[in-house]
């Protein structure tokens, strides 16, 4: 199985504040791997020094994608090459309509992979094909970028974004937060719909509801900036009963 | 689209119009006194009427103080230490064929890619596309050349300099100058009134729609002068005019006085559309140079059902100040607003417009974006007045701000004066923000930086650019996108 994600000694500090410290962690292609802990754990640190975004020094590690140095490249050329976050929260973008963003995004990617890239009216076909499968309300493409969408609708697009451009190395910061039972299933299914022997999931998380329905190959555990345990599946069942506390009593005894 | 047009090459940023042309030229020192005025009247072989009036003026404008109420803030202008004409030597004996201008001349506005050569089309844009563009080109203070002179008079249609205007029509001229905006109206009309060199005329006689779009371009070139131009442009009743004007200057550490006046006079059932891409060099980042760019423009909807509408793009200037209005005299009169201003690194810009309603069931629609970057300083100034007797005034204003970075500024000063009680006015106000979290979406997304701002900010614009003569729509994203480098972080 080729490794998809590797992590070696990752040191990450926020505003002189060194969260991550010395993060190992390696997935690989076909593979979902989930990483849960408490508030502050470095979670999110994670996932956003992964795609790359501002506020971040990173102190020390590597992070290779694919066997490349993944650190070098610019966030858009990481998104490029097949890495994707679904964000926590995404953000709105008033006055930039859905389709045009998606369009941009999609022939982003499909030129990376030299593939010729859609015009207006074969964009237009795909995306209304996918958005059935997913139950995207029709005005979508026409509305600005999550532009009035409930919590549960951002995190629908979040999934609707990566179902169209395939990505290789997805990363999913709290797909969970703000999602009634509903939703969650409708965004599992998603998820889980793309699965596949070529893509990699890492899924950032504090709870085991998620993990029900999309059930990762491993579970790892975050606490103040390392991962301190990592089993199977079952893992995320203990962590429900006892809680993270006897985490940081067990990290700090060692 | 990739259809490129000649005003396409001196939109270009990196101020690429920031050369200073090596033109031999007639220039009078600094100062201003009525014998200069004389000289000016003079060297272009005015009538008596003229000077009259431009003396008129100049001794109303000495009355006058500089107005400051305006959120601009500049160190105060002298106006002893600016000069009044500067001309190229080689046209000091009036109109010419293109084969007698300076070559010289000619390679500025060849390098501006202004087509002073007549074409069936411009540039880049297939010959079936279109009946072409006419251009009056302008350097410092005379027109250059005006093409296609001939094929509209074929139709009746008057477009030539000002100066030649004077000349050739001056029962006309005398008719319309100084109705819409008189040399009292304010300080720097007043002072152009005085001192206007050249500028274009256009008249289009009843009935004709004009075959082609109509363009002036100007360009300052030599340092420490003032260019005042002056248009006037009358649309007799029934006729339909497009009218484009574009700008630049070069690159200049001391700052240089633009005071223009635009004059638009719509007849029955006449419609003037008049747009303005603005590129006059906007200073460095630092904030030094840069031209001031005080402007009184302003239409009288004096017939029924005349319509004019003003499309701006304002992306030069260190200053930017200016309102370009519509009297909404005639019954049934329409009077439309579409600005697009964007104030980067340390520009500033106070614009707006004025909607006056007088005639019986006007109609005024203003939309306005402000996009605010760097340290730039946006406002909005609106006026909408309608008048007692005005009744069925319809006005629908919508003004919407987008700041880019956390340095910048955006304000908004509506100015709202209804006196008629069957009237109904309209204001919408929006704000956002381009912010690093909404790049970084983008980035995340495989959009580049520059991609994803121009992405925004077209957007955020296209009520607005819709508006434009196609040529320019294209170009204008373009100017846009430039504009904008370096504006985030």
Known sequence: ?254 | MNTTTDIGHFLERDYSAGFVSNIDADTLPPGLNEDVIRLISAKKGEPEFMLAWRLEAYRHWLKMTPPEWAHVHYPAVDFQDIVYYSAPKSQSDGPKSLDEVDPELLATFEKLGIPLHERAALAGVAAEAGPGVAVDAVFDSVSVGTTFKKKLAEHGVIFCSFSEAVQDHPELVKKYLGSVVPSADNFYAALNAAVFTDGSFVYIPPGVRCPMELSTYFRINAAKTGQFERTLIVADVGSHVSYLEGCTAPMRDENQLHAAVVELVALDDAQIKYSTVQNWYPGDAQGRGGIYNFVTKRGDCRGRNAKISWTQVETGSAITWKYPSCVLTGDGSVGEFYSVALTNNYQQADTGTKMIHIGKNTRSTIISKGISAGRGSNAYRGLVKVLRGAHGARNYTQCDSLLIGSRCGAHTFPYIEVQEPTATVEHEATTSRIGEDQLFYCRQRGIGEEDAVSMIVNGFCKEVFKELPMEFAVEVQRLLGVSLEGSVG
């Open chain 1, 1 to 254: 199985m080729p490794v998809m994600l590797e992590i070696k000694g990752l040191r990450v500090a926020v505003d002189g504040k060194e969260i991550l410290r010395g993060l190992d962690l390696s997935i690989g292609a076909g593979e979902v791997h989930a990483v849960m802990g408490p508030n502050g754990s470095g979670k999110s640190t994670l996932a956003n020094v992964i795609a790359g975004r501002d506020g971040y020094q990173v102190l020390g590690g590597s992070v290779s994608y694919r066997g490349q140095d993944l650190l070098a490249l610019a966030p858009e050329d990481r998104a490029r090459a097949g890495v994707f976050l679904g964000f926590q929260y995404p953000v709105e973008i008033p006055g930039l309509s859905t389709a045009v963003f998606l369009r941009a995004a999609v022939n982003a990617r499909r030129k990376h992979r030299g593939e010729e890239e859609l015009d207006a009216m074969d964009f237009l076909v795909m995306v209304k094909g996918r958005m059935k499968e997913l139950g995207i309300r029709e005005d979508f493409l026409q509305r600005a970028i999550n532009e009035g969408f409930s919590g549960g609708e951002k995190k629908r697009a979040e999934i609707f974004q990566m179902a169209l451009l395939e990505p290789e190395l997805v990363l999913l910061d709290e797909i969970d937060s703000g999602l009634d039972i509903d939703a969650l299933r409708v965004v599992s299914e998603g998820i889980n719909r793309l699965r596949a022997p070529d893509r990699a999931m890492l899924l950032v998380t504090h709870y085991r509801r998620l993990l029900d329905y999309v059930p990762p190959d491993r579970i790892h555990v975050l606490s103040e900036g390392l991962i301190v345990r990592s089993g199977g599946p079952e893992l995320a069942g203990e962590l429900e009963q006892s809680g993270y506390g006897w985490l940081r009593a067990e990290a700090a005894s060692a």
